[in-house]
């Protein structure tokens, strides 16, 4: 009887085992990437409008991160892409919201978002610089914006850095006369050609793209100041988002040693960046 009763117990512990481990093995599984997978699309959250790196042209969202993704959904067979187009300040509160599972726009590295999300390997250099009026002849470096009103975008990193260059002119003898924000930056340029203000506060490639394509309008103040930065995109910091992370990283090492980003770099931006492959550094700020 008692040898009945323990092998009883005996089939009670396995079947309790194996259905714990079944559960387990189901619960490893559910993270986002298979979620994403299962469900068969991939939703971003994407402000577009930010070029070369997002925009909406003829009703689409294009760019330089469209042609980057259409090279990474190649290693998502079966997903779809759905892109969210959402104001900037709207971006980094829905990613952590779970709004949507990842943000593909350019999201400039900072410490407090390198200790608070999962941000990419670099995209693109995102150095400050300043664009103002063409022919304005009182701004010819970055200090000159000294006793004058100055934009850039609400809630960017940008504004961060024209705020703490601001604080630098400042300490040593004129800061600014003040710094106006903007919801986004084509606000700011569109100021800044009607001479409300005398200078922006953007990336250096996006200011290049600006006077690319208006060159009658814009002209770039050269050198580039504060410390070196980059633009990367961003997951969410915890365990169920791990897998997606480590998924686009691995795509963009792969297509940045392919020499594919240096291409698109080519085709957005008029020539190739020297962006690391293998780790993000931390923030110098």
Same mark, same amino acid.
């Given at each position: 009887m008692l040898a009945l009763f323990q092998r009883a117990w005996a089939v009670v512990f396995t079947v309790v085992v194996a259905a714990g481990l079944l559960f387990s093995s189901g619960s490893a599984e559910a993270d986002l990437l298979a979620k994403i997978k299962e469900r068969g699309e991939f939703i971003v959250g994407t402000e577009a409008r930010f070029p070369p790196f997002e925009f909406v042209k003829e009703g689409k969202i294009v760019g330089y991160s469209t042609d980057i993704m259409e090279h990474v959904m190649k290693a998502l067979p079966g997903v779809k892409l759905t892109r969210l187009d959402l104001p900037w300040q709207g971006i980094l509160p829905g990613l952590a919201a779970a709004k949507f599972d990842y943000v593909v726009t350019s999201v400039t590295v900072t410490r407090e978002?390198?200790?608070?999300?999962?941000?990419?390997?670099?995209?693109? #250099?995102? @150095?400050?610089?300043?664009?103002?009026?063409? =022919? #304005?002849?009182?701004? !010819?470096?970055?200090? #000159?914006?000294? /006793?004058? @009103?100055?934009?850039?975008?609400? =809630?960017?990193?940008?504004?961060?850095? %024209? *705020?703490?260059?601001?604080?630098?002119?400042?300490?040593?003898?004129? =800061?600014? #006369? &003040?710094? !106006? @924000?903007?919801?986004?930056?084509?606000?700011?340029?569109?100021?800044? =050609?009607?001479?409300?203000?005398?200078?922006?506060?953007?990336?250096?490639?996006? %200011?290049?793209e600006l006077v690319r394509t208006r060159p009658d309008t814009f002209e770039l103040v050269l050198p580039t100041f504060g410390p070196k930065k980059y633009?990367?995109?961003? /997951?969410?910091?915890?365990?169920?988002?791990?897998?997606?992370?480590?998924?686009?990283?691995?795509?963009?090492?792969? %297509?940045?040693?392919?020499?594919?980003? @240096?291409?698109?770099?080519?085709?957005?931006?008029? &020539?190739?960046?020297?962006?690391?492959?293998?780790?993000?550094?931390?923030? *110098?700020?």
């Amino acid at each position: 009887m008692l040898a009945l009763f323990q092998r009883a117990w005996a089939v009670v512990f396995t079947v309790v085992v194996a259905a714990g481990l079944l559960f387990s093995s189901g619960s490893a599984e559910a993270d986002l990437l298979a979620k994403i997978k299962e469900r068969g699309e991939f939703i971003v959250g994407t402000e577009a409008r930010f070029p070369p790196f997002e925009f909406v042209k003829e009703g689409k969202i294009v760019g330089y991160s469209t042609d980057i993704m259409e090279h990474v959904m190649k290693a998502l067979p079966g997903v779809k892409l759905t892109r969210l187009d959402l104001p900037w300040q709207g971006i980094l509160p829905g990613l952590a919201a779970a709004k949507f599972d990842y943000v593909v726009t350019s999201v400039t590295v900072t410490r407090e978002r390198y200790e608070k999300y999962a941000l990419s390997l670099p995209i693109a #250099d995102a @150095t400050m610089a300043l664009v103002k009026r063409k =022919g #304005d002849a009182s701004i !010819k470096a970055p200090k #000159d914006i000294s /006793g004058h @009103t100055v934009g850039s975008q609400a =809630g960017s990193a940008q504004l961060q850095a %024209l *705020q703490a260059f601001a604080e630098e002119l400042s300490s040593a003898g004129k =800061g600014v #006369d &003040g710094i !106006k @924000t903007y919801v986004d930056f084509n606000e700011a340029y569109a100021d800044l =050609g009607a001479g409300r203000i005398r200078a922006v506060c953007n990336s250096l490639p996006n %200011l290049l793209e600006l006077v690319r394509t208006r060159p009658d309008t814009f002209e770039l103040v050269l050198p580039t100041f504060g410390p070196k930065k980059y633009f990367s995109w961003a /997951g969410r910091k915890d365990a169920d988002s791990a897998s997606l992370a480590a998924f686009m990283d691995k795509q963009l090492a792969a %297509l940045n040693k392919s020499g594919v980003l @240096t291409e698109l770099q080519k085709k957005w931006f008029g &020539g190739p960046m020297d962006l690391p492959s293998d780790k993000l550094p931390a923030p *110098q700020d």
